[in-house]
């Protein structure tokens, strides 16, 4: 008489081995580096933030290549990718990302490697050239104004000036320091791309002692 576990073997477990070559893991491997590759030069050639992070870069391209490896391994054999299932589930990544494009790319990268470890090479072709081609659309349109703190330091003088002055534009404020007889304003403004008469309106009134303008992307400076 089958047992229920006899049954689960034969039905469940039966044919779902397959065969791994050292060519199909050549095969494999060949095509994660090449798709890592990809996702590499496209985060180094379009990258926008602050400091490009060389690091995290080569970090997102071995994460293809080892998802890859991870996701090729697990398919061979159903018992195995149950087990892999739960000693994965232990790991916690506890690294900060502050540019949310670098989620993306953390996550493409491991899409692109389930994909090509799994063997769906169409699937990966076609979906990395969308990716890569849509980031590089949406990345080299330019704006006609963009979003930049304006911070202006100026003695108590000068403030109805710097005022009436700044009445021209539409701002928000987002700090204001005072110490003694020196303010120090924090503002978020729009200006056109490479137009500095803003900064040189300020300068020329009168006890206004510095003006920074820089890029801002509303979580931190560009």
């Known amino acids: 008489m089958n047992t229920f576990q006899d049954i689960?073997?034969?039905?469940?477990?039966?044919?779902?081995?397959?065969?791994?070559?050292?060519l199909g893991i050549?095969?494999?491997m060949a095509v994660s580096i090449a798709v890592a590759a990809f996702i590499y030069l496209i985060y180094k050639r379009f990258y926008k933030g602050v400091?490009?992070?060389?690091?995290?870069?080569?970090?997102?391209a071995l994460m293809?290549?080892?998802?890859?490896?991870?996701?090729?391994?697990?398919?061979?054999n159903i018992v195995l990718s149950l087990g892999m299932v739960g000693a994965l589930s232990i790991v916690r990544f506890r690294t900060a990302i502050k540019d949310p494009i670098d989620l993306i790319f953390l996550f493409w990268a491991v899409a692109a490697g389930i994909g090509t470890g799994a063997r769906f090479y169409w699937v990966v072709l076609i979906g990395n050239l969308a990716v890569g081609l849509t980031f590089i659309i949406?990345?080299?349109?330019?704006?006609?104004?963009?979003?930049?703190?304006?911070?202006i330091r100026?003695?108590?003088?000068a403030t109805e000036?710097?005022?009436?002055?700044?009445?021209?534009?539409?701002?928000?404020?987002?700090?204001?320091t005072t110490r003694m007889d020196i303010s120090e304003l924090t503002l978020e403004i729009q200006v056109k791309t490479r137009d500095t008469r803003l900064i040189d309106g300020l300068n020329r009134i009168g006890g206004v002692d510095n003006v920074?303008?820089?890029?801002?992307?509303?979580?931190?400076?560009?």
């Open 51 to 60: 400091i490009y992070s060389r690091n995290f870069n080569i970090s997102v």
């Open 161 to 176: 000036d710097v005022n009436r002055y700044l009445s021209r534009f539409k701002y928000t404020l987002r700090s204001k």
């Open 8 to 22: 689960f073997k034969k039905n469940f477990l039966s044919g779902s081995e397959t065969q791994i070559t050292p």
């Open 212 to 222: 920074s303008l820089v890029a801002y992307n509303g979580d931190f400076a560009q």
């Open 64 to 76: 293809t290549v080892i998802t890859a490896m991870i996701i090729a391994t697990i398919t061979s």
């Open 138 to 151: 949406l990345s080299v349109i330019k704006k006609d104004k963009s979003v930049y703190l304006l911070i």
């Open 26 to 28: 050549l095969g494999v």
């Open 154 to 157: 100026f003695r108590t003088e």
